[in-house]
Structures are given as C-alpha cells and as structure tokens.
C-alpha cells in the first residue's frame, strides 16, 4: 500500500504537479469496523444500535425543546414586542418633556450657580478679613465700665436713700473698692475678648481654607 508524505495539486487543473510517498505493508485499522489487519467492510450493529438509540433520544428533547417554546415562549415574546411598539410613542414623547423640563431649568440652575458661587466668594472674603479685634477689646471695655457705672450710680442712691453723707471716708473706701473691681474687671474682658477675636478670626481662616474640599 502507498502511503503519501507530501502532494502539490494544481488547482486550476487539477494536476497532480509533485508527490512524495513510500509503500507500506503491515496491519490496517478502519474506523468502525474490527480491529485487525487486511481490512474488512463489517458492520459493528449493536454499536450503531446504540448511536441509533442516543440521536433518537437527542432528537426527542430537541422537538420537546421547540414545541415548549412555541407554546409557552413564542407567544410572550410576541406580546413583549407588541407592548413595545405600544410604549414607543410614550417613550418618546416622555424624553421630549425631559429634554424641554431641563432646558426650562438650565436658567434657574445657572442663576442657582452664580449666586452660590457669589454667596461662597463672600463667605471666604469675610473670613479672610476677619473681625476687628480691636473693635471686640473697646466693646468689652465699654460694656464692662457700663455696668460698674450702674453699680456705682445704684450704690450713691442706696447710700443718700440711707441717709448716709456720699462725702464720707466709708463712701470713699467703697468707690475705691469698686473702681478696684471695674479696672481688673476691665483687663480681664480685654484679654478675654481680644483671644475670642483672634480664635473666631482662626477658624474662620480655617473654614475659607478647607471650602469646598469635602
């Protein structure tokens, strides 16, 4: 027997142009039949019986596979496109109302934007400027002499209410006292409102610093 290695076939005319091959002899294998050499044309039946058996078998779920879809399947999928083609006007008419709503909003949305953008440029222009330290340290020394003026008004009434001589050494000794109190009164609102002034200026710097990177 010839067993070719290589074959160069002309295909325009089918020629055979070159061939490489050599002679074999020896046993022979053929597909579906019985081992053995010499060859044969047996038939292996129970094999083909089975195969038989199998493709029947294949082909029967295949049929059930199209009649379940034809029953179940087939007609949903036909209601399914008829909905569709029902809901493509509202779907369409429905996007032409969402594209007209935000075209009516886009000028509302850019006034929105420029004044938060305003609103934002003073927050930061306020906290950057800050609050008048020194106009805190007046106010608290104001408010404070404000008071003991008070007490000191309220004292000389009590005192001629009492009958007692607003001249006298024991009316001096109390002014004395209360003028005492009023300057220490004073140096402590000073110093307290001069670190609550540069603490609020603080976090103010620290607010505008940190805006808008959350």
């Known amino acids: 027997m010839k067993v070719y290695t290589k074959i160069v076939i002309d295909f325009s005319s ?10 074999y002899h020896g046993p022979v294998a053929l597909c579906g039949g019985s081992s053995g050499g010499g060859g044969g044309d047996s038939i292996d ?8 058996t199998i493709y029947e078998a294949q082909q029967a779920m295949s049929e059930e596979s199209m009649d379940f879809w034809r029953s179940d ?19 369409k008419d429905l996007a032409k109302d969402q594209i007209t709503a935000q075209r009516e909003l886009l000028p509302l949305q850019t006034e ?11 927050f930061i222009d306020t906290a950057v400027k800050g609050v008048d330290v020194d106009s805190r340290v007046s106010q608290a020394e104001s408010d404070v002499k404000h008071s003991f003026g008070m007490a000191s008004s309220s004292s000389k009434r009590d005192f001629s209410r009492a009958g007692l001589n ?3 050494g024991r009316y001096g000794m109390l002014m004395k006292d ?3 109190s009023q300057a220490q ?30």
Do not use: C, F, W
């Open 73 to 91: 399947y087939k007609p949903m999928e036909r209601e399914q496109i008829a909905a569709n083609r029902e809901l493509i006007p509202y779907q």
């Open 166 to 168: 607003t001249n006298s």
């Open 178 to 180: 209360l003028n005492l």
């Open 112 to 122: 929105t934007s420029r004044k938060q953008l305003g609103a934002a440029q003073t």
């Open 45 to 52: 039946k129970e094999y083909n019986a089975r195969m038989a």
């Open 14 to 23: 089918g020629k055979v142009e070159h061939a490489e091959s050599y002679e």
């Open 185 to 214: 009164a004073v140096a402590g609102a000073r110093t307290m409102a001069r670190r609550t002034a540069e603490e609020d200026n603080l976090n103010r710097l620290k607010a505008a610093a940190s805006y808008g990177m959350a």
